[in-house]
């Protein structure tokens, strides 16, 4: 076998910028902030590293270690935290009562339209400014979205199961 027939890798030396690929990491809500982010390994000390690393050299190319460590933790730690989000806003909607659960969905709902608004807006802002706030009003409005359907899938099943609770049932006696 000839070692020049086989493909060769270009080495990819990785910015900043390479950490804003894929959706941003996702905005906990305060009142649920405790329950979802318990037990989820927030990165931090492998972000600290990649600081102090950016600090002692200055420059990005010899901090691909920590970069590459950093990115593959903060993806492992939102796709949990997404999926706790959904988790908890399910629960919330099979849980609180009724009412509150519905005054809920209808501020989610604002929320996505609000965000809906401000991404049109922000369509027109050019540069990487825009980019930024496309990306992450993108990822918000994503997160958003998941998170009302989940609420809503938790208040109609717990709309059926209140049905078949209260469905009159019919004793019969004979005498």
Partial sequence: MDVDSQPTMEETILVGDDLMLGPPSPLIPPEIASHV?????????????????????????????????????????????????QDSEHKLGLSMPLEQANERATQLE?????????LILASGIEGMEGFRQRWSLHG???????????????????GKDEMVQSAPTRKWFFF
């Fill in 37 to 85: 982010l318990e037990g989820v390994d927030l990165c931090d000390r492998i972000l600290r590293t990649l600081f102090l690393c950016l600090q002692v050299n200055d420059t990005e190319p010899f901090c691909q270690d920590e970069i590459v460590l950093y990115r593959e933790c903060a993806e492992r730690r939102d796709k949990e935290l997404r999926q706790r989000l």
């Fill in 110 to 118: 604002s929320d996505v339209t609000t965000l809906e608004r401000r």
């Fill in 140 to 158: 918000r409005l994503t997160d958003a979205k998941k998170r009302l359907e989940s609420l809503k899938q938790g208040i109609e099943k717990r």
